[in-house]
């Protein structure tokens, strides 16, 4: 008897079905979702990488366009550039810790109030209009309440006879530029660090109060050292927000540059300073360098926050 190998046919191709061809349309609708983002990444490109470049190969540029370390050297040695870069940091820092002060005292008394009640959402609202109150319209309520001619200095010389803002020539110097970048820092503070207080957990303080601690012991062992990276942190976000401040100064100050943004408009915009245009460059450089830096060390105190606040 014998035995018959059986003959393997070769099967059949088979077509690409609706499966197969779905696997292959798939990859494009994943990049559906990330069209939406397409528009922000086009405005930050023309806003903001677009002038960077501009700024920063302008700075080791010379007036005709040839490569030249003439203008970083120039504001690195020169030292009324470097007492402009100091006041400016100063007012920073100065106004920083005054919005981080009382603006944390502010975001402490709103999150210890009801989490919906009337006042808390009145508060945060009007901080959030606030907090972008500036610039001329800024300056322009300061000089009409406090100024030469405002409606307080004039009350407190004619109708109380005693001149106690000093005939608001303070409004236009440095310490007026400090007590107007406080106003809005004040609400950016509440905004930033208000999330970090709801963030502390109740059983923290019931664990505290159970084991006989105090309200002292609480806020220093347990709660300052929490929140600390983030008021640390929404410190620095006021320092870069005041460093980069500039129309609410410019109204205020007619005369002299105290400050590095308006050293950048005279050598962008006058014409007493024609053909310093990267000068002005280098120095707007500058201040990207003093901001990256600022803002590198936020983004590494928001890490170390968001570990604790989850």
């Not at 190969?57 to 040695?77: C, H, M, W, Y």
């Not at 603006?103 to 989490?115: D, H, M, N, Q, Y």
């Not at 005279?266 to 360098?289: D, F, H, I, P």
Request: proline share 5%; charged share 10%.
């Amino acid at each position: 008897m014998t035995t018959r190998t059986p003959v393997r046919l070769p099967a059949p191709r088979q077509r690409a079905g609706p499966l197969a061809r779905g696997a292959v349309t798939r990859r494009p609708r994943k990049l559906v979702p990330y069209l939406g983002a397409l528009p922000f990444l086009c405005y930050v490109a023309v806003f903001l990488l677009w002038p960077t470049y501009i700024v920063v190969v302008g700075a080791f540029q010379d007036a005709g366009g040839r490569p030249s370390l003439e203008n970083v050297t120039k504001i690195v040695a020169d030292g009324e550039y470097v007492s402009a870069f100091a006041r400016s940091i100063e007012l920073s820092a100065a106004t920083a810790l005054a919005g981080a002060l009382l603006g944390g005292l502010l975001a402490w008394a709103v999150a210890e109030g009801r989490p919906e009640g009337l006042l808390r959402r009145a508060v945060v609202a009007g901080s959030g209009v606030l907090a972008q109150f500036g610039g001329v319209m800024l300056a322009f309520a300061f000089l009409a309440t406090m100024g030469f001619n405002g409606a307080l200095t004039l009350f407190f010389q004619k109708q109380l006879g005693v001149d106690v803002l000093g005939g608001g020539a303070w409004l236009y110097g440095f310490a007026g530029l400090v007590v107007v970048y406080t106003y809005f820092q004040i609400p950016l503070m509440l905004i930033v660090f208000l999330p970090a207080l709801d963030s502390l957990k109740p059983e923290w303080r019931e664990a505290s109060d159970s084991l006989g601690g105090s309200t002292w012991s609480y806020w220093r062992h347990v709660g300052g050292p929490v929140l600390a990276p983030a008021f640390t942190g929404a410190a620095l976000l006021l320092f870069a927000n005041a460093f980069s401040s500039f129309s609410t100064a410019a109204a205020l100050v007619s005369q002299g540059n105290p400050i590095v943004p308006l050293q950048i408009r005279t050598y962008l915009t006058s014409e007493v300073a024609l053909g310093q245009a990267n000068l002005g460059k280098a120095l707007a450089l500058g201040m990207v360098v003093v901001v990256a830096v600022v803002m590198s060390l936020y983004a590494l105190l928001q890490r170390r926050t968001t570990k604790w606040l989850r």
